[in-house]
């Protein structure tokens, strides 16, 4: 028998890719069906975000957070307000920190329904459960849009509370999705959790050991599903989570099977949290009396929240003027995708999709 | 343990090093940039901080300053902040990629965007701006405020009719 000649190529995916979740490029370097080696590209998306921002003044900047990750924009905007309040020092109505953690809660759900219908498009079983899951996002967003006139861009959050009070149609209908949620969150596990094919695809693929994950700066549901049991909404609790009852997510693998579990009682978590936040919401101000020119102290401050997608965290140094001396982001997606390298090698190129779904990257926010 | 406290066991541990307490709404301390790398490796191996949460840059116009924040995942609490010091002219950092390997992307967006090069670093080339790229954008002196930034093509390219 002859010995067969091989060697490896370099094939190059994107950046116009239709699974790679935005302009987002990969070098990948291959031995058949399996892949050696890859190299993420990013950065087509690149606007300097943050040069922007310092051009901006503080309250400007509220709404360009939602064009970050531009799923869950409530959450970039709570990071953002959260850090500024810190280094103002102010402190937001009671009332309006409840209704800061629903929408927060709420975006949560939003943003794990859309990885949990790509990543079953990213296998290959194109848009029908996308459209499932989207359904119920559309009844979230229909709730942005009543309480702050946008969808997808809502720049509702601002600096010492919220932009408004709740519509009153708002809490019948949240109450109403809330207790309809859980009952869907089944019904989308009984589709998907059992699958032959889902498990034959995900199961013991894009593994990322706990203390890989952790080396390489991973958060959120990406590091939870290797095991580590680390949740800033416990580990240092903002804003006012240690009021609430909820349990800290984990997998046992850390492939992307155990990405998709977290996420799907990540789900339930939050509508634990919505429960009571809406049981709790007390009435009275919603927000600190506004000024039309604001100017926080000089200082810098770090603020970072468990976004759905990790570590949000803002650096901000002010110089005691309108705008920002400086106005770092970290964004989740942007850091965990540094993971992805490692969680492709040694798998087939079918299965570098969806490793790049399990970890949930927005390019908006990678590139900024 | 708050900020004091872990500074004052630091500067206990190596008085060699003369850290210094920057007061702050994040109180952080300053270290000298030839001993970030032997106060980082303590500081994970002995204190449990294994997560680099995030490092970034800042230009004060008479200095750059890197600011690393530290956090550990065993463990609940506030970060350790560092920040080190770097010259205007040529500012050079030591490299925390072989302590903490998820610096990587956020030490070559400093450097792409604020131009602090971090010397040991495996792979320092631009990330988010395009090769053949000029200039750091994110300092305080690029032109790009009030349009006077003016696009030149990358090299090697030709430039289209």
């Known amino acids: ?368 | 343990m708050t900020a004091q406290e872990t500074f004052e066991a630091l500067a206990a541990r190596f008085p060699q090093f003369e850290l210094e307490y920057v007061e702050g709404k994040d109180p952080a301390v300053l270290v000298k940039g030839e001993n970030l790398l032997e106060l980082a490796q303590h500081l994970k191996t002995e204190e449990g901080y294994d997560y680099c949460a995030s490092v970034t840059g800042v230009d004060y116009e008479d200095r750059f300053e890197a600011v690393y924040h530290l956090y550990s995942t065993n463990k609940k609490g506030g970060p350790v902040i560092l920040k080190v010091l770097a010259a205007r002219e040529d500012p050079e950092v030591p490299s925390v990629v072989s302590i903490w390997p998820g610096a990587n992307w956020q030490e070559r967006e400093v450097w792409d965007l604020m131009g602090i090069r971090f010397t040991g670093h495996p792979d320092l080339r631009r990330i988010l701006m395009w090769e053949g790229f000029e200039g750091h954008p994110l300092r305080k002196d690029f032109p790009g405020m009030k349009d006077e930034y003016t696009f030149s093509q990358p090299s090697g390219e030709q430039e289209h009719d």
Request: with cysteine.
């Open chain 1, 1 to 368: 028998m002859t010995e067969l000649k091989t060697d490896t190529i370099t094939v190059n995916m994107g950046p116009q890719h239709p699974s790679t979740h935005g302009v987002f490029r990969l070098i990948l370097t291959l031995d058949g069906e399996t892949v050696i080696d890859v190299e993420p590209v990013v950065g087509y998306l690149h606007r300097n975000h943050e040069k922007i921002g310092e051009l901006n003044n503080w309250i400007q900047n509220t709404p360009f957070t939602d064009r970050l990750d531009y799923i869950s924009p409530m959450s970039n905007e709570f990071a953002y307000v959260l850090a500024v309040e810190k280094l103002a020092e102010i402190e937001p109505p009671e009332r309006a920190r409840y209704i800061r953690i629903i929408m927060v809660e709420l975006n949560r759900i939003v943003n794990h329904m859309i990885v949990v219908g790509f990543l079953l498009n990213e296998l290959g079983c194109f848009f029908t459960p996308m459209f499932y899951c989207i359904r119920w996002r559309e009844l979230v967003m229909d709730l942005y849009e009543m309480t702050a006139g946008s969808r997808m861009m809502p720049n509702y959050f601002w600096i010492g509370g919220v932009a408004a009070d709740l519509p009153p149609r708002f809490l019948p209908e949240c109450k109403e999705l809330v207790a309809a949620l859980p009952g869907f969150i089944d019904e989308l596990e009984r589709l998907i959790t059992d699958s032959e094919i889902v498990q034959m695809r995900c199961k013991n693929v894009g593994v990322l050991p706990p203390d890989v994950a952790v080396a390489y700066g991973c958060t959120g549901p990406l590091l939870r599903a290797s095991g580590v049991p680390y949740d800033i909404r416990r580990a240092e609790p903002y804003s006012i989570y240690d009021r609430f009852d909820f349990d800290v997510v984990v997998g046992t693998v850390g492939d992307v099977y155990d990405r998709y579990l977290v996420r799907i009682e990540e789900m339930r978590q939050s509508v634990r949290i919505v429960e009571q936040a809406l049981r709790d919401l007390p009435e009275g101000e919603t927000a600190t009396p506004k000024k039309r020119k604001f100017m926080p102290p000089e200082g810098d401050v770090y603020h970072r929240i468990e976004a759905p997608k990790g570590e949000l965290g803002f650096y901000l140094v002010s110089d005691g003027s309108e705008q920002p001396y400086r106005y770092k982001i970290r964004a989740p997606s942007f850091v965990n995708l540094q993971a992805l390298p490692y969680m492709c090698k040694g798998y087939k190129i079918a299965d570098v999709v969806v490793n790049i779904g399990s970890i949930d990257i927005t390019m908006g926010e990678v590139d900024r």
